[in-house]
């Protein structure tokens, strides 16, 4: 898959603003502030239907104004035209070539893309939640039935616990009725565990061989998937839970609560790892997925790569740009505030290189 040309309307910082991607390889250059990192936001939503920095809708809307689209062209054969529109207090709407979506969980997995940012290193010291959403949408691009599971876990996971908090108000707890969301979360629950092991150990091979080649070290590195079904079945797990979750009024076990936890050599990335070695993790990381989507999917995702020569070495750099320059990588979209700089890098890449300046 790639893009051919995006049109953004009041979006962002961005009035209006039109893209052709010529290239194999598009560099979109200009000051910090001037919204780059905003045209890669755009084509993530259009392939996630959620933006990877602003957690609420409206906040894409540029100032002031009612409302924002987003429309693109993309290819793999067959041509895609999308158009995406976002209004204040109203879903956003998302059509495929003059037809619109009932539900935008429908268009997963036809627009594939990986993101690399310097913001990325939260997966290292946020919370769980930001390893739980990595794993999810790099799954869910090519996962349907993992991607529905997702969306009932998530739905019946809330209904089980506005009930119990309604159990704690009146005092009075119905065994029967909190079986009948254990019914449903136990099948999507169990599946999505089933799923995430399987593809973290695929991804964890990719990610130690792409970790040796951008640090050219000697660290042992890994990651490990931490679950409450590990050790026990979801049936029991939620059975055994039951009093535990009337005190605290919420499902205290389950997927919901699984983590990736990140080594290097032995102990935790988060506490022992320098700056440099977790800002390596997080790129071997990322193309670990780009490798695992490529093999799954049969087609490389667009890479979007923000800013990345601002974050690490020049060492670092080369080393990153001279393996995504090889044939196993398709589209690859950058940025940077130095045009001189991104020659430099890409000076013996095989792949023709645009330039777009903002």
Do not use: W
């Not at 037809?99 to 290193?121: C, F, R, S, W």
């Not at 080649?213 to 409450?228: A, H, P, Q, R, W």
């Not at 070695?277 to 799954?296: D, T």
């Amino acid at each position: 898959m790639r893009i051919n040309h995006l049109s953004l309307y009041n979006f962002k910082n961005h009035p209006e603003l039109k893209i052709d991607f010529k290239s194999d390889i598009t560099c979109i250059t200009g000051k910090n502030g001037a919204g780059k990192t905003n045209v890669l936001d755009a084509i993530y939503l259009l392939s996630t239907c959620k933006s990877y920095y602003n957690a609420i809708d409206y906040q894409l809307i540029l100032h002031g104004e009612p409302l924002c689209a987003i429309n693109a062209e993309f290819s793999n054969g067959h041509q895609y035209d999308l158009q995406m529109q976002i209004e204040a207090g109203k879903k956003k709407k998302l059509k495929r070539n003059d037809k619109y979506y009932e539900k935008l969980i429908d268009h997963i997995g036809l627009i594939n893309a990986v993101i690399i940012t310097p913001g990325d290193i939260d997966l290292v010291l946020g919370h769980s939640e930001d390893r739980r959403r990595f794993i999810d949408i790099c799954i869910s691009q090519c996962d349907r039935v993992y991607l529905n599971c997702l969306s009932e876990y998530n739905k019946v996971l809330e209904q089980r616990n506005k009930q119990l908090k309604i159990f704690a108000q009146h005092r009075h707890f119905d065994e029967i009725l909190l079986d009948s969301f254990n019914s449903k979360l136990i099948p999507a629950g169990q599946y999505i565990f089933e799923k995430r092991r399987e593809v973290l150990s695929l991804i964890n091979t990719h990610f130690n061989a792409y970790y040796k080649i951008i640090t050219s070290g000697n660290e042992t590195v890994s990651l490990k998937y931490e679950s409450d079904l590990s050790d026990q079945n979801f049936t029991a797990l939620l059975k055994e839970s039951t009093d535990k979750d009337l005190a605290l009024e919420r499902t205290s076990k389950g997927i919901h609560k699984d983590d990736l936890v990140f080594e290097i050599n032995g102990y935790p990335l988060k506490k022992f790892g320098s700056e440099g070695q977790s800002k390596s993790f997080i790129i071997a990381l990322k193309l670990a997925q780009f490798k695992y989507l490529s093999e799954v999917l049969k087609t490389p995702p667009i890479l979007l790569l923000d800013d990345l020569f601002e974050k690490i070495d020049e060492q670092r750099a080369q080393q990153l740009i001279d393996l995504i320059s090889g044939e196993a990588f398709g589209q690859i979209i950058i940025t940077d505030t130095h045009e001189e700089r991104v020659r430099k890098h890409f000076e013996n890449a095989v792949k023709s290189i645009n330039f777009v300046g903002l």
